[in-house]
């Protein structure tokens, strides 16, 4: 990721009795992941450097997207990657590509960040703070919600989608106990079903060397799945996608799953391994074997392969697909919520 002179590129405002904000590019979101001094909750996997930073090199670029950043003294307080029009400030979003957003805050920091923030806001002409979709649980809610009121602000938050997770247990046939009784026994009637088609093999693909290839096997599949999934796949999209795979291989972050039957790539998936969860970020398969259940199976065997890497959490992110809930997920909300700064 190309980096700025910071010093040529931040411009700095007054201070407040909190502390001071500075509005920077993008692309300085490295240069505070990487600084082991400062003790910030990277919480949120959208919110990661290698994962904003390749959407906004397609997505994001202007003058209204911007990263703000708080400071008390030397210390870093937190950081909002905002897009700015008007009298309104948004937490940065995508309604395709980004599933949910927060704010990136110093532990015990949160009510300094949000004060010093909301009198940036005010100075500036912004009245309106809108977060678009963030968790429930989020740094974002439990801030505005613990803080708001008593620093001059109203806050008014609604559901507007859900996500699906799940913790992990020890052990596969503990997953497969956790499930209801019809789903267990479907599964493993899957499996087996598979396993009778001939040789089935499941490639993990993380080394960044290996992934420029096996993103073009996933591409396809993607594609081929459904008429929408084709039509969404745009030029802009699928180069977003190579890009972003990429980069969150060289960050260690990356799980592609390729499942092959008789060296025939029939479904893969997407996912992103980070502090100790996995997230499923997107899927596909080949619709010529829809009747070996290829792109379900893909989805059980990254659960599977997850509980032998000793991971706690599988995270199957946005949409109320079916499925989700009935291989184990259980529902949270995602939340919009707008401020009305007084």
């Known amino acids: 990721m190309l980096m700025k002179n910071r010093a040529t590129t931040k411009r700095e405002f007054a201070h407040s009795p909190a502390g001071t904000v500075t509005v920077e590019p993008i692309d300085h979101l490295e240069l505070y992941w990487q600084d082991s001094g400062n003790p910030l909750k990277w919480d949120c996997l959208f919110m990661l450097p290698p994962w904003l930073g390749t959407w906004w090199s397609y997505f994001g670029k202007g003058p209204e997207t911007q990263l703000y950043v708080v400071r008390k003294e030397n210390a870093v307080l937190g950081l909002a990657p905002l897009t700015v029009r008007g009298d309104t400030a948004r ?16 532990p015990s920091g949160e009510r300094e960040f949000l004060s010093t923030l909301f009198d940036h ?9 809108d977060t678009g979709r963030v968790r429930a649980d989020s740094t974002t809610v439990s801030c505005l919600k613990t803080y708001s009121g008593s620093i001059g602000s109203d806050i008014s938050c609604a559901p507007v989608d859900v996500l699906y997770e799940m913790d992990l247990p ?19 009637r899957k499996i087996r079903r598979l396993e009778s088609a001939g040789y089935v093999g499941l490639r993990t693909i993380e080394d960044e060397r290996d ?9 396809a599949l993607f594609r081929s799945n459904r008429e929408e999934k084709a039509l969404f796949m745009t030029g802009d999209v699928k180069s977003f996608f190579r890009s972003l795979a990429l980069a969150m291989a060289k960050s260690g ?7 092959d039957v008789n060296d025939t790539p029939i479904a893969a998936a997407m996912c992103f391994d980070y502090r100790s969860t996995v997230y499923l970020y997107n899927n596909g398969y080949d619709r010529h074997f829809d009747y070996l259940s290829g792109g379900i199976l893909t989805t059980v065997f990254s659960i599977r392969e997850s509980i032998k890497r000793n991971r706690k959490r599988y995270n199957f992110l946005r949409g109320t697909e079916t499925y989700k809930g009935r291989l184990g997920g259980r529902p949270l909300k995602l939340l919009q919520c707008e401020v009305t700064l007084r």
């Open 91 to 106: 937490l940065i979003s995508d309604s395709d590509l980004i599933d949910y957003s927060d704010v990136i805050v110093a």
């Open 121 to 129: 806001f005010r100075r500036e002409g912004i009245s309106r703070f």
């Open 170 to 188: 020890d052990q596969w046939e503990g997953y497969l106990v956790s499930l209801s009784g019809k789903e267990r026994h479907e599964t493993r």
């Open 211 to 219: 992934v420029s290839y096996a993103i073009e096997t996933f591409l």
């Open 253 to 259: 972050l990356l799980t592609l799953y390729v499942l």
